[in-house]
C-alpha cells in the first residue's frame, strides 16, 4: 500500500521560503505522476506542480509559476517543493499526491482526479 507523509511546512512571513517534502512508501513501480496540492479554507483543493516521478518536464499552476520548484530525489522516493517569494495567499494546507502505476502520459497533471494516492498534508501559513 503506498503511504505519502508531508512535511516541512510551517509559518513565515510574506517574501520568505519554506521546502516541502515527501516522503513515499510502499512503491512497486515507478511510471507514476507525482504532485504538490493545496487547499486553503473554503476553497477546492488545488493542483499547483506535477512532475513524473524519475522525469523532468514538470507543470505549474500559474499561481506558483517561477516562485515554486518541485523536485525529486528518486533514491529517497521523495519529492520536493521548494517555495520562494511566499504570499499570504499561499496559505494553504499542502498535499502531496501519487496517480496508480504505469501513467507514463498524463495531458492533465494538475487534475486532483488523476491522483489516488494522498498524504495527510502539511500546513503553510504565510504573514504580511
Known amino acids: 500500500q503506498v503511504h505519502l507523509v508531508e512535511s516541512g511546512g510551517g509559518s513565515v512571513q510574506a517574501g520568505g521560503s519554506l521546502r516541502l517534502s515527501c516522503v513515499a512508501s510502499?512503491?512497486?513501480?515507478?511510471?507514476?505522476?507525482m504532485a504538490w496540492f493545496r487547499q486553503a479554507p473554503g476553497k477546492e483543493r488545488e493542483g499547483i506542480a506535477a512532475?513524473?516521478?524519475?522525469?523532468?518536464?514538470?507543470t505549474y499552476a500559474d499561481s506558483v509559476k517561477g516562485r515554486f520548484t518541485i523536485s525529486q530525489d528518486e533514491a529517497k522516493s521523495t519529492l520536493y517543493l521548494q517555495m520562494t517569494s511566499l504570499k499570504p495567499e499561499d496559505t494553504a494546507m499542502y498535499y502531496c499526491?501519487?496517480?496508480?502505476?504505469?501513467?507514463?502520459?498524463?495531458?492533465?497533471?494538475?487534475?486532483?482526479?488523476?491522483?489516488?494516492?494522498w498524504g495527510q498534508g502539511t500546513q503553510v501559513t504565510v504573514s504580511s
Open positions: 512532475i513524473y516521478f524519475g522525469g523532468d518536464s514538470p
Open positions: 499526491a501519487r496517480t496508480g502505476e504505469g501513467r507514463w502520459y498524463m495531458s492533465t497533471p494538475l487534475k486532483r482526479t488523476e491522483y489516488i494516492h
Open positions: 510502499g512503491i512497486t513501480g515507478t511510471s507514476a505522476y
